[in-house]
Nanobody, 124 residues
C-alpha cells in the first residue's frame, strides 16, 4: 500500500512559480510510475504530466509543456512538480498519483494511488 501526501500549493500571481511536492510512504514507491493531474471547479480531472519509475522519462500535457517540470527523488520517496510562468487557467486542485508499474500512463483510471490534493490559485 502506498500513501501520497501533496504539499506546496498556494496563491501566486500570474507569471510566478510554485513547486509542489508529493511525499510517498512505502518501500516500493521507487518502482512506481507517478503523475500529476489537476481539476478546476466545474471541470473534469485532467492530466498534467507523468514520470517513469527512474525519473529518466517524463511527458506533459500540451497546456503545460515548457512551463512545468516533473522530477523525482527516489531516495526521499518524493515526486515534484515545478510550475513556472503560471497562468490564471492553471488554477485547480493538483493531485499526485502513482501506479505499481514502471511505465507511465496519461489516463487517470490507470493510477491506483492518489493524494488528497493541494490547491493552486493563480491571480491575474
Amino acid at each position: 500500500q502506498v500513501q501520497l501526501v501533496e504539499s506546496g500549493g498556494g496563491l501566486v500571481q500570474a507569471g510566478g512559480s510554485l513547486r509542489l511536492s508529493c511525499a510517498a510512504s512505502g518501500r516500493t514507491f521507487s518502482t512506481y510510475a507517478a503523475a500529476w493531474f489537476r481539476q478546476a471547479p466545474g471541470k473534469e480531472r485532467e492530466f498534467v504530466g507523468t514520470i517513469n519509475w527512474s525519473g529518466s522519462s517524463a511527458s506533459y500535457a500540451d497546456s503545460v509543456r515548457g512551463r512545468f517540470t516533473i522530477s523525482r527523488d527516489n531516495a526521499k520517496n518524493t515526486v515534484y512538480l515545478q510550475m513556472n510562468s503560471l497562468k490564471p487557467e492553471d488554477t485547480a486542485v493538483y493531485y499526485c498519483a502513482a501506479r505499481p508499474y514502471r511505465t507511465v500512463s496519461v489516463t487517470a483510471r490507470f493510477y491506483d494511488y492518489w493524494g488528497q490534493g493541494t490547491q493552486v490559485t493563480v491571480s491575474s
